[in-house]
């Protein structure tokens, strides 16, 4: 019998997310006082009236086997949340309920994607987009976002890098590490741009309810009707409600996606787990007050934090518009410390300083680290004053 793993596997890159926030937990768990910056999670608990709801189905024997695709009642709370907040009109065969937006993404690549398919991903990424694609058999293409266009890729980039077996490009705003947001005119100009070349529009919208100083979230799907008949929208309850460890996110898009991703989880996942669809139903139909409460402190606590850590010597820290990450360019830093690269400045600030945060090598990103500010004001003031004093104390100029 061959003991040798499928070669799908061996293609994957470890996340670098969770290897520090394991490494991290094993420090604290042996005593020592940690300082998490890794989250990719609010710290708030998830809403009394959503944990209520999920209760009291319990309690009425709702417990038992949903839909593969989710239940009617939470798709048309989709529904009523997606023509509410972005006038969008979708029908129950246009939506799909998933454990979590990630499981969805996955979903979503096996069913689109065929052998040596490319999928245009922007860097820096959220980790799992790469290795979602080649799971699915696909082939990840990285363009550039760079720091003086805000971390955000043009439309002529996206034309520049399609080929003949581009399948789609992934669109993340506000986005996941950097925080950033795509204007309704750059939208519009990639929306354009995927008219014209023809394919599909994955658009991650998991953080748009956490937006500041004035800033707007728009979907591209928005934009027109072609725009909308080719994007392939993704969002959840987890970063919203606070509620990732509920597992719910979905799809709303092409009838045929939907149909084929509710397939093939009907025999991989059966269906979303009940008590959490409940949940979700309360979530979106109930008071939405406590969304708005989260989002007012986290943006109080970048207000705060951004300019301290823009004071730490070679940190280039550009502000973000939403979500909760910081992303700085760390490579002055490094190369004044005498560090060989982010990823080991990251690892000695963990085992000297007792900080963890996040290298940006898994984001795309190798001249940074990301830095969650889903904590405490009182943990992050602490964190940079340790950040802080560590490069001071290893500067070599």
């Known amino acids: 019998m061959t003991k040798s793993l499928a070669s799908r596997v061996n293609t994957l890159s470890p996340s670098t997310t969770l290897a520090i926030t394991a490494k991290a937990k094993e420090m604290k768990e042996s005593g020592i006082d940690v300082i998490g910056l890794g989250a990719g999670e ?43 907040d972005q006038g969008l009109d979708y029908s129950r065969k246009e939506i799909m309920i998933g454990i979590g937006a990630k499981h969805v993404l996955y ?5 689109i994607l065929n052998p040596d398919d490319e999928v245009i991903i922007p860097s820096p990424y959220w980790v799992s987009y790469p290795e979602q694609v080649k799971l699915a058999g696909g082939v990840p293409v990285h363009i550039e976002g760079t720091a003086a266009a805000l971390f955000k890729v043009t ?41 014209d070349k023809d394919i599909w529009i994955i658009s991650d919208e998991i953080y748009e309810k956490l937006v500041y100083d004035g800033a707007k979230h728009v979907s591209v799907a928005q934009l027109s009707d072609d725009a909308k008949k080719r994007t392939l929208l993704i969002n959840g309850v987890s970063k919203s409600h606070s509620m990732t ?15 084929a991703m509710t397939d093939l989880a009907s025999h991989s996942t059966s269906n979303p787990t009940t008590t959490s669809q409940y949940a979700t139903i309360e979530a979106y139909n ?53 560090f060989a690269n982010v990823d080991d400045f990251a690892a000695a600030l963990l085992t ?21 500010y889903a904590t405490s004001i009182e943990l992050l003031e602490e964190a940079i004053r340790r950040i802080h004093a560590f490069v001071e104390a290893n500067w070599k100029e």
Do not use: H
């Open 42 to 84: 609010p710290d708030y608990n998830t809403p009394a009236n959503i944990i209520e709801a999920a209760y009291t189905s319990m309690k009425e024997g709702k417990t038992k086997y949903t839909p593969a695709g989710g239940l009617p009642a939470l798709k048309d709370a989709i529904i009523q949340k997606l023509q509410k």
């Open 107 to 111: 979903t979503l690549f096996q069913v």
């Open 155 to 195: 439309a002529q980039q996206i034309r520049d890098a399609v080929t003949s077996k581009t399948k789609a490009v992934i669109i993340n705003s506000p986005g996941n590490p950097t925080g950033m947001i795509y204007s309704k005119e750059e939208l519009q100009q990639i929306a354009d741009a995927c008219q």
């Open 245 to 259: 460890g509920w597992r719910i996110g979905y799809i709303a898009g092409d009838a045929e996606v939907v149909n």
């Open 286 to 338: 109930g008071p939405q007050d406590a969304v708005e409460t989260m989002r007012k402190a986290f943006e109080s606590r970048l207000e705060q934090v951004y300019p301290q850590l823009s004071a730490i010597p070679g940190f280039n820290v550009i502000k973000p518009q939403g979500a909760f990450y910081l992303l700085p360019d760390v490579s002055e830093a490094v190369k004044n410390t005498g």
């Open 352 to 372: 000297t300083a007792n900080v963890a945060v996040i290298p940006g090598s898994g984001f795309g990103s190798p001249d940074t680290i990301r830095l969650s």
